[in-house]
């Protein structure tokens, strides 16, 4: 069974750009969770995803939004880019959010 | 705020030797993953633990699931070059809809 794919897995933008990054998960995997990594703050959950809807959701500000498509991949955009928000994006797919999360290789955002 | 307290943040050992991590809290926890993380890459689930005392091993990989509901241990048996990276544990808080994530153990394995 093929893993959870991240697109692009590098991208470099300028601050006030928007950036739209792409997961596809596990085939057979509903609950697609996005997480911003940076060596100073960990691992930071950002929203999860289950069938198309929005069931949880961290505290980050509203310019971080998401959505997931009827196939279960999933997509999500940061707005209005500041030099804080360049860290790795992982999304991790699990048949339910609580279950055994499975992450991706991730995409690197640089903001410049 | 921070829910899990992960320690060591990081160790420097001779390959060979075995490795001892672990994961507390003061809540009470129902589910405890722990996953390793390569530069660059994402997390790689390692073990996953649904019961109090729950004792898995993945080839020289070992994890427990405390009694008290409150922690969890990763040992790391006879630690080879490839062991290198950062192992992070998660777990689900009881009553919380939630995953909370330790900050990470660095490994580094002196040649």
């Known amino acids: 069974k093929a893993g959870v794919t991240q697109t692009p897995r590098y991208l470099i933008k300028t601050r006030g750009q928007q950036v739209t990054l792409s997961c596809s998960p596990i085939?057979?995997?509903?609950?697609v969770s996005w997480y911003q990594q940076t060596p100073g703050q960990g691992l930071q959950f950002l929203f999860e995803?289950?069938?198309?809807?929005?069931?949880n959701k961290g505290n980050f500000p509203g310019r971080f939004s998401g959505r997931q498509f009827s196939n279960s991949r999933s997509e999500m955009n940061v707005s209005t880019l500041e030099l804080g928000d360049s860290a790795l994006y992982l999304c991790?797919?699990?048949?339910?959010?609580?279950?055994?999360?499975?992450f991706g290789p991730g995409t690197r955002l640089t903001v410049t | 705020g921070q829910q899990l307290n992960q320690s060591p943040q990081s160790m420097f050992i001779q390959e060979g030797e075995d490795v001892s991590m672990n994961c507390t809290s003061s809540s009470i926890f129902n589910t405890w993953l722990w996953y390793k993380q390569d530069p660059g890459e994402g997390p790689v689930l390692l073990i996953a633990?649904?019961?109090?005392?729950e004792l898995t091993s993945n080839g020289r990989l070992t994890a427990q699931f405390g009694i008290t509901r409150k922690d969890s241990f990763l040992n790391i048996s006879a630690s080879i070059p490839s062991d290198v990276g950062i192992y992070f544990c998660?777990?689900?808080?009881?009553?919380?809809?939630?995953?909370?994530f330790g900050q990470g153990t660095r490994l580094t394995i002196n040649p």
């Open positions: 085939s057979g995997h509903r609950s």
């Open positions: 998660a777990g689900r808080i009881q009553g919380a809809q939630k995953l909370v």
């Open positions: 995803y289950f069938s198309e809807t929005q069931r």
């Open positions: 991790a797919s699990s048949t339910d959010y609580l279950n055994e999360q499975y």
């Open positions: 633990l649904y019961k109090a005392g």
